[in-house]
């Protein structure tokens, strides 16, 4: 016997931010950054085999200012890294960043002085997705875990609340660097 039960048929209970984070998370516009290998993955999640027009994405923006969802696709060098920061700070807000592929999350086999080791030394990242290269069903998954992130994001003074809620655990948390092992 909830309030639902007495509302005439055809009324929809919800909140503006759930109506927000729907229409958000169903019209996100991927900018493309393939740099390697990944990008023909990418490339790949794009065609009629994958259809990631179902998720309202079927247009790669070249344009940053088009674009809310940026896919770095393979290897970052030291000299493509002002580039990438260059397009994630001309991209309007709300803005999010997957970082596709080894390479792009941790520099992958790529451990010297001219690839950049994770593309979040550059930008936030929101999702990392593995994988050397990884599949294009992988790809659509890490998507659509965005997907979730931007249903459930607060908006307003709420959002401004979340933010500095996790500032703050960031500057508790405990520096990677002095991690020990895995069960740490």
Same mark, same amino acid.
């Given at each position: 016997?909830? $309030?639902?039960?007495?509302?005439?048929?055809?009324?929809?209970?919800?909140?503006?931010?759930?109506?927000?984070?729907?229409?958000?998370?169903?019209?996100?516009? =991927?900018?493309? +950054?393939?740099?390697?290998?990944?990008?023909?993955?990418?490339?790949?999640?794009?065609?009629?085999?994958?259809? $990631?027009?179902? +998720?309202?994405?079927?247009?790669?923006?070249?344009?940053?200012?088009?674009?809310?969802?940026?896919?770095?696709?393979?290897?970052?060098?030291?000299?493509?890294? =002002?580039?990438?920061?260059?397009?994630?700070?001309?991209?309007?807000?709300?803005?999010?960043?997957?970082?596709?592929?080894?390479?792009?999350?941790?520099?992958?086999?790529?451990?010297?002085?001219?690839?950049?080791?994770?593309?979040?030394?550059?930008?936030?990242?929101?999702?990392?997705? =593995?994988?050397?290269?990884?599949?294009?069903?992988?790809?659509?998954?890490?998507?659509?875990?965005?997907?979730?992130?931007?249903?459930?994001?607060?908006?307003?003074?709420?959002?401004?609340?979340?933010?500095?809620?996790?500032?703050?655990?960031?500057?508790?948390?405990?520096?990677?660097?002095?991690?020990?092992?895995?069960?740490?």
């Amino acid at each position: 016997m909830g $309030l639902e039960e007495k509302l005439p048929s055809g009324v929809l209970l919800t909140t503006v931010e759930k109506v927000a984070g729907y229409a958000r998370k169903g019209s996100l516009w =991927p900018a493309t +950054f393939g740099l390697a290998c990944c990008a023909i993955e990418m490339m790949a999640v794009g065609g009629p085999r994958y259809d $990631l027009a179902r +998720f309202g994405m079927e247009v790669f923006r070249a344009s940053p200012r088009q674009a809310d969802l940026m896919i770095v696709a393979g290897r970052v060098s030291q000299k493509m890294a =002002p580039v990438l920061r260059q397009i994630y700070d001309q991209m309007a807000n709300p803005k999010w960043v997957l970082a596709m592929g080894a390479c792009a999350s941790s520099g992958g086999m790529f451990n010297n002085y001219a690839i950049v080791q994770g593309v979040d030394h550059v930008v936030p990242v929101d999702v990392y997705l =593995p994988g050397c290269p990884p599949r294009p069903e992988m790809l659509i998954d890490a998507i659509l875990a965005i997907h979730d992130q931007i249903q459930d994001m607060k908006m307003g003074t709420n959002r401004k609340a979340e933010i500095r809620e996790l500032e703050a655990a960031a500057l508790v948390a405990t520096p990677t660097i002095e991690m020990k092992g895995l069960l740490a």
